[in-house]
């Protein structure tokens, strides 16, 4: 699967999309057997599904992010709610001047808590910007995909995100997740951090995680995504 736009100038220019796609990860610790990129994999493999299947402008992904809650495993970088809120504020005014009025942020890393509010706060005049995969979505796909973990226990490299590494980016997947299962209660996550909750920066089951489940949570998102579209487009 190509996770990464090669468009050229020119392709850009005879697409003349009306709506692009901006893929926003992280790089921090998914345990011991994910890439610290692996939010960024899993925007960018939702984001490619969606632009090829709606035909939109897919957009290099934004890589690092907001996850102060991993600060305590090595190799964890994090940028400022505000600075990822000037990056979303650039990227759409760029893309006004070049005639692209409608922007999809598909987001990798539930600690980007302030994407809600820029786009909260972007449609007040109307629908210009969307941020996806939601709950609702979410649910569905791990539903169509047949995850046996719910959203809550699998909240960190757990089940759904193993597999749809599996499923798209296989050799990234160190060995030993099957044996990588930690569940724990983490109410107090925006405090603590993840180290209060667990010591292998994994809450979930890696264990149940299979590249068909990836593939059809990939495909489920996707085929979800058309609501959203509407929305913008209509």
């Known amino acids: ?16 999309a009306s709506v692009a796609v ?5 790089f921090e610790q998914h345990g011991s057997h994910l890439p610290l990129a692996t939010d960024t994999i899993v925007a960018s493999a939702i984001a490619a599904a969606v632009a090829d299947r709606y035909d939109l402008l897919l957009l290099p992904p934004i890589t690092i ?13 994090s940028i400022s709610a505000r600075t990822l809120d000037a990056i979303i504020t650039d990227v759409r005014e760029s893309l006004q001047r070049s005639g692209v009025e409608r922007l999809v942020i598909v ?15 972007a449609n007040v005049a109307g629908p210009q910007l969307a941020l996806f995969p939601n709950r609702t979505a979410w649910e569905t796909a791990c539903q169509d995909a047949g995850i046996v973990s719910t959203l809550h226990d699998d909240m960190h490299a757990g089940e759904i995100e193993t597999s ?12 030993g997740y099957e044996l990588g299962d930690h569940v724990a209660e983490h109410p107090h996550l925006l405090t603590l951090g993840m180290g209060a909750y667990t010591e292998s920066g994994v809450i979930g089951r890696p264990s ?17 995504f058309r609501s959203t579209l509407d929305l913008l487009v209509s």
């Open 208 to 224: 149940l995680a299979a590249s068909g489940k990836g593939q059809r949570i990939v495909e489920s998102l996707a085929a979800s």
């Open 22 to 26: 901006l893929p926003v990860g992280s």
């Open 164 to 175: 749809i590494l599996l499923h798209v980016a296989p050799e990234t997947v160190r060995d």
């Open 65 to 77: 992010s907001c996850s102060h809650e991993h600060a305590a495993w090595p190799g964890t970088v």
């Open 107 to 121: 987001n990798g890393h539930g600690g980007n808590y302030v994407l809600s509010n820029i786009v909260q706060q």
């Open 1 to 16: 699967m190509n996770l990464w736009t090669t468009a050229t100038t020119t392709e850009a220019g005879r697409h003349a």
